[in-house]
Every structure is written in C-alpha cells, then in structure tokens.
C-alpha cells in the first residue's frame, strides 16, 4: 500500500532547527518527485520545497529559501526537511506529497502523508 509518513515536528524556539522526514513505502513512488507544503492555521496550504527523483533538482519557496534544505536518501525513499534559523510564521502543519512531477498547486498530488506539527515560539 503506497503510503507517506512523516516525522520530526515539534515546538522550538524563533532561530532554532528542526528536520523533518518523510518516509514512503509501496514501488508506486518509483520515479516521483517528494514536495513538503506547509498549512498555517486558517491559512491555504502553500508550497515549500521540492525535489526531483534523482535529487538533482531542488526547488524553495521564496520564504525558505537559504534558510530549508530538502534533501533525499540514497535509496529514494526518504525525503528530509532540514529547517535552520526558524520563524514564528513558519508554525504549521508541514505535509509531504508524491507526483510523477513538480507543482507548486497542491490540488494536483494525489499522495499526502499525515502531517507534522511544527510550533515557532517567539
């Protein structure tokens, strides 16, 4: 069963680190590009970061840009969220998606993980 989990959220103070994970299991994944999107509280769900199959291609939202490294496992079945000198406006629930391709609509990802609480404090 094609599945998506993620790990690593948590609570930590304005400027700190956190990394986040996301696991995919089941061969459907083979090929797919692995983009985290983040959803603040009343807010629509945005992109964040991105990367392609191979992990030769890397693409950030403005807002994390330089501060979020997207990286991904050698046996491509792990995407890692690296998150440094964090900000109270980037608490959210942060989500992993799945596609054969990269957007930056989140209409179009049929695969979603569960999602991962990340608190800023200020």
């Known amino acids: 069963q094609a599945q998506l989990v993620e790990s690593g959220g948590g609570l930590v103070p304005a400027g700190g680190s956190l990394r986040l994970s996301c696991a995919a299991s089941?061969?459907?994944?083979?090929?797919?590009?692995m983009v985290w999107f983040r959803q603040a509280s009343g807010k629509e769900r945005e992109f964040v970061a991105a990367i392609t199959w191979s992990g030769a291609g890397t693409y950030y939202a403005d807002s994390v840009k330089g501060r979020f490294t997207i990286s991904r496992g050698n046996d491509k079945n792990t995407v890692s969220l690296q998150m440094n000198t964090l900000k109270p406006e980037d608490t959210a629930v942060y989500y992993c998606a799945a596609r054969n391709f990269i957007s930056y609509n989140s209409s179009v990802y049929n695969y979603w993980g569960q999602g991962t609480q990340v608190t800023v404090s200020s």
């Open positions: 089941g061969s459907t994944f083979t090929g797919y590009a």
